[in-house]
Structures are given as C-alpha cells and as structure tokens.
C-alpha cells in the first residue's frame, strides 16, 4: 500500500512547483514595471533609495517625484520633479532637481529622522529646517514642500505656472546662463544680453500668457488653450515657454525670448563668429579670416600671425561684434575718417561701419566678442591684421557691389589697304564659316537627341531632382492627376490660378500655376529652392514645384479656411426696418454694412489680434532673418491664409523674381495691389522693406474695422476726402470715440476692459505703419513687439493720402 502513495506522490509536487513559479511571476514582473505610489514621506517610512523603484505624486496626479537616472553621469540618479502621466514615448520633463551636480549611486539614501530631519546622501536644494512630524509631499502646482520649505522658492532651470517669478533666480543645467530680474545673463562675464521692456515678469498663468508689472503681457502662441506648460531656461541661453500636445505626445515651444539665437552672449568663444541657419534653427562657430580654432572645447579661435608694425584691414560683411572691453561708439565722416580713429589707437583690433551716410563708426578695443554674421545688421566689420596675413575674406555680399572700375582706352590699328586678294579671301572665309556652321547644326542636333534621351530616362528613374535639401519635383503627369486635371478651382491671383489637389500619399495640396514667369530652368530652380527654405510657422510651406512642357508650378500645403479677406469683407444687415436703414445712410461712418448673407463665422477680437501677431511676425521673419533678404511686394488679406484653428499663413512670398518685367510694371513703377501699395511706389524713392510695413499697416487697420480701406459706403463722406487711416484717426485721437472703426458685426462684444488694451496697439501700430515717409514707419521686428505689448508706443502722427513736406503738414 505504501508503494503507490510514494509513486502518486512525485507528478504532485511537480505540478505544485510549477503552479507557485507560474503564480510569482507575474507578481515580480508588474513590481518591476509599475512602481510604488505613495502620496506622502515621513519619518515612520524606511529610507528611499533608487532601487525601490518608488516615486511620489500630487493629489490630482499632475506631478510626481523620486530618483530620476542622470543624463550627465551613467549609473546614477538624481531626485527630481517631473511631470507624471503624460505620453509613453514622451521623455520625461523634470522641472526641479535636488542634486543636478551630484548624482547618487544605488546605495544613495533619502529619510527623514524622528527629530523631523530631512537627510540626503549628496549635496542638495532641500532645505534645512527641523521640524517635528514634517512631511515631504508634493503639491497639486508641483511644488515639493518638507514643513515651510518648499521647491518653488529654490528653483533650477524651470519655472511652472502660478509659480512667483520676480526677484527669482534660475539657471541653466549647463551653469552658463542665467535669468534674474527678467535679464538673460551669460555667467562666465555677467554679460546680460536680453531684458524683459515695460517691466519684470511676475508669472507664467494657466492661460499661456507672460504677465509683467502693470498692464504689459506677453503671449504663447497656444493662448487660451487647457495645456501644460513650463518656462525653461534651456542651455543654448534661451528662454522658452514649452506646450506639452497630447495628440502628438511632445513638448513643443510656443514662445521664446530670442528668434536669432547667435545675439545669445556665449553662444562662441572668443575671436568667433556665430552663424544662424535657418532651416535647422542652430548655431555654428567659424574664425574669421586670419584666426583658427584653439585646442579648446569653447569654439575659440587665435591669431595664425601677431600683429607687428604694420597692419591692414579685411572687411567681413554682414559681420557684428557685439562685445568688447571698450566699444567706443564715434561718428565719422567716411570710411578713411573712421579707419584713422581704428589706427590710432594700439588696441583697436578693428572697426564696424554702415553705408547708410549716418557717419556710423564703432571701434572695436583690446577684445573680439559676442561676434555673429547677419544680413539684418547692416554693417560691414573692418577686422585688423598683420600686413603679412595671406588669408582673404570670405564674408562677402556688400563691399563687392561698391566697388568701381576705371576706364581703359583701347586703340585698333588702323585697317590694311585693300588688295587683289579680297574676293579671293572673302570666298575662304564663307566657305570655312559654312562648314563651321553646318558641323556645328550637326553636332547641336546629335547633343539635343541624346539630352532627350537622357532626359526621359532620368525622369522615368526619378533622377532629374532637387537637391536633398531642396522641394520634390513633381511631373506634370502627376499634378494633373492630383488635381483631376485641374478641375476644381479654388482661388485666383496676379500670379496664377490655384487648384486644389490630392496627392498619392493622401496629402491635400494647393496647386499654383504660374503664369508669365521670367528665366530659365535654372533660374526657377534656384529662387524656388529659396523659398523652399523659408521655414516660419506663419509661412504657407512649399512641398515641391514642377517644371516641364513649358508649364512653371508650385506645390504647396493646402490650408482649408482660404483666405482672409472671405472672413472680413462681408456687409451685415443692421436691424430689419427702414428706420434702422435710414440711421444707417445718417451715419458718419465710411464703413456702414449692407445687407448679404453670412456663409462664414465672424473672427472674434483674440482671433483677429493672434491673426495680426501672426502675419506681424511672418513678415518681419523674411525682412530680418532669413538667409535671403525677401520683400514680399503684396501684402493684403487675399494673401493671408487661415488654417483649421484659424492660424495665419502668409503666402506668395517671394515670387516676385519669378514675374516678367512688362508683368510687375502695370501702372508708372508700383509692384503690388492698387489700394495696398506704399507711396514711395509712386515717387522716385528707392523701395525698402518699409513698402512692406506700409501695406500690412493697411491690413491690420482692415482687420479692426471690418472693411476694405478704399471701399466708401456711405454718401455722407466726399469721394476725396475718403482715406481710412485719416478717417481712423480721426475717430480715436479727435474724437475719443474708438467704437466707430470696429467692425459692426463684432462691435457688441467689445468689452473696455477686455479688449481696449489690444485694439488700442493694433490702432496704434498700423497708424505708425501708415506713415507717408518710409524713414518714419517701424521696421517689421518692431511693429511685431509693438502688437505684443513689450515695446512702448508713443501717439502717431495722422497719417495723410498724399506726401507733403514737413513744413506743410
């Protein structure tokens, strides 16, 4: 009997064992991967260390903390704050760290004595205090507080919303920039290189805006919306305001203090010059001619040859060193006048100049910092060295189109005197030229069927393409199939017609057909590369063009809402009887609604503020950043695109080269839209970028009103005395009265408090806009400042239809 209860006894245990390994684990396997939440630490709870895999989190779960691994040290951990329950794939945002500089290994400890002793293994932020039955919990703000000490008053790199900020300290991880007192500071000098106007910021709100001291506010381009948010002072000295996007689960930047990052202190060593490009959005460090890198890791550069008695000068255009020991600021009558002062003086190790005919003369001493090249500066450096140095500059682009060359007489000998042999030579010559001509037909024609041929294959294999950098080339094949051969029409322009389109990957597109354009293959490649390159949130994006059969067309991404002036040119019935008719033909106003039906939705004031911010920024983007100096030469509300959200996109920028002479010539010299040009597009004066702002300060006065600026609806206003920024004028600063410019339809939700603030900037930056004389009007950067409330705008002047001197006005 016992030996079947020994044999039954085996398989038993077997199955037993597997049964307690298959129940553990899964036990140990979800201990590994989800960690222990607690909501609070005290003296009662062991000592934390890394490897408990435990963190601590808010109330709301917003936030949590805990050992985080180091990104500078391998193996060790620092115990940080970051926000919790966000994307899987998203890395994690730490916004405050105790030990950043001393990471912990395993073995680090965190506890809490039964004195109320918070002790740490490492050098930390914590505080000190000792408090009896203190906690370390985390509040819903994200705020880590032990009794009264708390985080929010010890910050690292980042701010939080709600979180108090003035008088505040941060700094970056890399310890090389700071923010305090709302300056940007470079540490190594103390060099401050951007500061907040009218004010210090107080706070980041829930609502995405930058409050100051007083009235002035600065908005994230996200306003409004329900997003997480964190201001970080970021290593590359910049000071950003990060949106966490839950639909694509990452931290993207909504605003930011500085949009050319080479005017950041520090961004190269010294002797260096920092290039911006614009497509990757970073930074490179380059010597200037005469100078190589040092063996150092801060980009750096030296002198290949020591200066001796006897120096000379190269000029490095577009080049700007905004730093030095002393950077005597003189005025000069012209070039020699300014090199003289340079030459004087020992330590002088160059000079910076404008053409402008200002007598612009800075003189660089003893150092060469903060060095950066942009077009949008104007000026030409002068840098000094010694007369042996064989190096020549390379930063060209000014200079060169200054430079004049002298007459050369040239004599010819006087001619043979005819002979005998002319007929004879006269028949040589014809016979030899005939043969030439008809080896040269022959040989052109052999060339032009292997091109052909060539050409084709090369299509066929998808070979004839841009650069990796540059826009897809599309056949014409292609487009006509995305668009059902061009059959659905959806705008028209001086340009081309547009039509809408799909392409084989699913991608809505707008097609453009130009028409009339100037050049060659080669020329439309390259200023379509151009555009291609100009990357700007507020720039309709090109995705590819196609050039073959004669046909010149540009691909670019399809943006739903089309174009502004659907949304703001479209009469209102106000009332329903004739006595409202009749107040109606009463009313002083030029810009009196009609009755028509509305199809679209009205743009309320936010929207049309951030639309104005938009355009205003977009605008100033191709004056003052890109690589390629860009006017656009018809800015006016057909050319301002809406997307979903209603976000800007300006387009047809840059196809101005494109056109044909006897096309961009169509009345006297103006380029652009009657009703929208400048007046310097009428005279003489040369054409500068401020055509540009005279044109947007027309739409943005447009945007507050409602209604076209030469449109006149109203029989109680003479046909020559009609000018919509004199009449605008008029109403605000005569009369007190700035509800008579609003649009009508959105007039009733005009709220003083509210909305004054923003429509008064808007007013009052498209009146300086407006401006007859183009040396008056703001460049594009500044009026974007103006309409975001960090620059202080003074009353205008009225602006007037005609020039007149200033004697006259």
């Not at 001393?102 to 932020?125: D, K, M, Y």
């Not at 032990?146 to 790199?157: A, I, L, Q, V, Y």
Request: glycine fraction near 6%.
């Amino acid at each position: 009997m016992e030996a079947p209860s020994s044999t039954m006894s085996l398989p038993t245990s077997i199955f037993f064992f597997f049964l307690v390994i298959l129940l553990f684990i899964p036990q140990f396997t979800s201990s590994q991967q989800h960690p222990k939440i607690i909501h609070s630490f005290s003296s009662s709870n062991p000592p934390w260390t890394p490897t408990q895999n435990q963190i601590l989190i808010s109330p709301n779960s917003t936030f949590a903390a805990g050992f985080h691994p180091s990104d500078s040290a391998p193996n060790r951990f620092v115990f940080s704050v970051w926000y919790y329950n966000l994307s899987s794939h998203s890395p994690r945002a730490v916004v405050w760290s105790a030990n950043e500089n001393h990471p912990v290994n395993s073995s680090g400890q965190l506890f809490i004595t039964p004195a109320g002793e918070l002790n740490f293994t490492a050098p930390s932020g914590f505080g000190t205090a000792r408090e009896a039955k203190a906690k370390l919990l985390i509040h819903d703000n994200g705020s880590l507080a032990f009794g009264r000490w708390e985080s929010f008053s010890n910050p690292t790199d980042t701010i939080l919303p709600l979180q108090p900020i003035n008088g505040t300290i941060i700094t970056s991880k890399n310890g090389k920039f700071k923010f305090l007192k709302s300056n940007l500071i470079f540490a190594e000098k103390n060099d401050s290189y951007w500061t907040v106007n009218n004010g210090e910021i107080l706070m980041l709100d829930e609502q995405g805006s930058l409050n100051q001291i007083g009235p002035n506010v600065m908005y994230c381009s996200d306003y409004g919306q329900k997003n997480l948010r964190r201001l970080v002072l970021d290593n590359d000295g910049n000071l950003r305001v990060y949106a966490f996007d839950r639909n694509s689960g990452n931290w993207t930047a909504v605003w930011q203090a500085i949009y050319q990052l080479c005017h950041v202190h520090g961004a190269c060593g010294n002797n260096s010059i920092c290039m911006y490009d614009v497509v990757t959005a970073k930074t490179s460090c380059v010597c200037p001619p005469g100078f190589r890198k040092k063996t150092s890791s801060d980009d750096s550069c030296e002198r290949k040859t020591t200066m001796s008695g006897k120096t000379k000068f190269l000029s490095l255009d577009f080049v700007n060193f905004t730093g030095g020991a002393n950077q005597t600021d003189l005025k000069a009558g012209n070039f020699t006048d300014c090199r003289k002062k340079c030459l004087d003086e020992k330590n002088c190790l160059g000079f910076m100049m404008k053409y402008d005919g200002t007598g612009y003369c800075v003189l660089q001493l003893e150092t060469l910092d903060y060095g950066f090249w942009s077009p949008g500066t104007e000026t030409v450096m002068f840098l000094r060295v010694d007369s042996s140095e064989t190096d020549v500059s390379n930063f060209t682009g000014m200079t060169g189109l200054m430079k004049t060359s002298c007459p050369v007489r040239i004599s010819l000998p006087p001619p043979p005197k005819e002979s005998k042999a002319t007929a004879r030579n006269i028949a040589i010559i014809t016979t030899i030229f005939a043969a030439e001509l008809i080896s040269g037909v022959f040989f052109f024609w052999a060339f032009l069927k292997k091109y052909i041929k060539y050409r084709d294959m090369a299509r066929t294999f998808g070979l004839e393409v841009m650069p990796a950098v540059g826009p897809k080339r599309f056949s014409f094949s292609e487009l006509k199939d995305a668009t059902k051969d061009f059959s659905e029409k959806i705008g028209r322009g001086g340009y081309g017609d547009v039509y809408r389109g799909k392409l084989s990957d699913g991608r809505s597109v707008a097609v453009k057909c130009l028409k009339n354009v100037a050049g060659g293959d080669s020329e439309f490649w390259a200023e379509v590369t151009i555009i291609a390159r100009m990357h700007h949130l507020n720039l309709v994006r090109l995705w590819g063009f196609c050039a073959e059969k004669g046909k010149r067309i540009l691909v670019y991404e399809y943006v739903p809402n089309g174009s502004l002036d659907k949304f703001l040119f479209r009469p209102v019935l106000v009332g329903g009887g004739s006595s409202d008719k009749t107040e109606s033909a009463e009313s002083e106003s030029p810009i009196s609604p009609q009755p028509e039906p509305e199809p679209e939705p009205v743009l309320d004031w936010n929207i049309r503020y951030r639309i104005a911010l938009g355009v205003a920024r977009a605008i100033a983007y191709l004056h003052e950043e890109c690589l390629e100096w860009v006017l656009h030469c018809d800015i006016k509300p057909e050319n301002i695109l809406l997307g979903d959200d209603f976000w800007p996109k300006v387009s047809d920028f840059g196809l101005a080269k494109l056109k044909k002479k006897e096309e961009i010539m169509t009345m006297s010299r103006f380029r652009g839209t009657p009703g929208y040009i400048a007046p310097e597009w009428m005279r003489a004066d040369p054409i500068t970028p401020k055509a540009d702002v005279y044109s947007f300060g027309l739409v943005l006065l447009e945007i507050v009103c409602g209604a076209r600026n030469f449109d006149q609806c109203t029989s109680k206003v003479d046909s020559d005395l009609w000018f919509l920024p004199s009449w605008a004028f008029d109403k605000v600063y005569k009369e007190m009265n700035v509800e008579d410019i609003l649009d009508p339809r959105i007039k009733h939700s005009y709220d003083t408090r509210a909305h004054f603030e923003m429509v008064n900037r808007m007013v009052k930056t498209a009146m300086w806009c407006l401006q007859d004389r183009a040396d008056q009007r703001p460049s594009m950067g500044k009026v974007a400042k103006m309409l975001e409330g960090t620059v202080e705008i003074i009353e205008p002047k009225r602006p007037s239809i005609f020039y007149l001197p200033p004697e006259e006005q």
